[in-house]
């Protein structure tokens, strides 16, 4: 089993709908979650952290994060063509630095 | 600079050489990760250094792979005997600095093919 899960996808979603992609981790200890975009060729861009339980809302992107689960979920409002990349879920030990484990990403398809 | 820059951008080499990668972090940033990547799959973790120590090595996959940060800055990633295995995008990200720890900004990578 790996330590950070993913559905591989694809996702597809129409234009203007809510994509809701999820991760499961298995290591208790985890403190810190994050969650990176992956552009076809390019390098991981970070898009959102969270390290409480709950919901954390950045502009169209809100992160949710259930410890007792071992759940963190990513859902983007209003899906943009624009959106469609490489969803990357990251779970690290520590707040303040150190590594990061990843999932191996769920592909997201906006569709016009 | 700007981002995180890494050199060479492509590396293509023959099984059995040495080959070094070179990360330049953000001016600034003490924590600087190198991660590989295969097709298909996330980032994998090699190495962590905060400052010119190597905080956690737990993912270099065996001693073929070596890294420094003699000065707490520019970062070489060594690998001997290469394989055919070692083909990937190797990663460098660097954190740190008035942005904090949280966010790992990510060069543009090396991709290494062995043949």
């Known amino acids: 089993q790996k330590e950070v899960e993913q559905n591989s996808g694809p996702l597809s979603v129409p234009e203007g709908a809510i994509a809701s992609l999820n991760c499961t981790y298995s290591?208790?200890?985890?403190?810190?979650f994050f969650w990176y975009r992956q552009y076809s060729g390019k390098s991981p861009e970070l898009i959102m952290f969270?390290?409480?339980?709950g919901d954390k809302e950045d502009g169209r992107f809100t992160a949710q994060l259930n410890k007792a689960s071992q759940y963190v979920s990513l859902l983007i409002r209003d899906s943009q063509p624009s959106d469609s990349a490489t969803y990357l879920c990251?779970?690290?030990?520590?707040?303040?630095?150190?590594?990061?484990?990843f999932g191996d990403g769920t592909t997201l398809t906006v569709k016009p | 600079g700007a981002g995180v820059s890494q050199t060479p951008s492509n590396k293509v080499t023959e099984k059995g050489k040495y080959v070094e990668l070179r990360c330049d972090p953000i001016?600034?940033?003490?924590?600087l990760y190198w991660y590989r990547q295969s097709l298909g799959q996330g980032p994998e973790f090699l190495i962590y250094?905060?400052?010119?120590?190597?905080?956690?090595d737990s993912g270099l996959p065996n001693d073929r792979f070596f890294a420094v940060r003699p000065e707490g800055s520019v970062s070489t990633l060594k690998i001997q005997r290469t394989e055919r295995g070692d083909s990937a995008v190797y990663l460098c990200a660097s954190s740190g600095g008035l942005a904090g720890y949280n966010e790992q900004f990510f060069g543009p990578g090396t991709r290494l093919t062995v043949l």
């Open positions: 969270i390290y409480s339980n």
């Open positions: 290591d208790r200890g985890s403190q810190s």
């Open positions: 001016s600034g940033h003490t924590a």
């Open positions: 250094f905060q400052g010119t120590g190597a905080a956690d």
């Open positions: 990251a779970v690290g030990g520590d707040t303040n630095a150190g590594k990061s484990t």
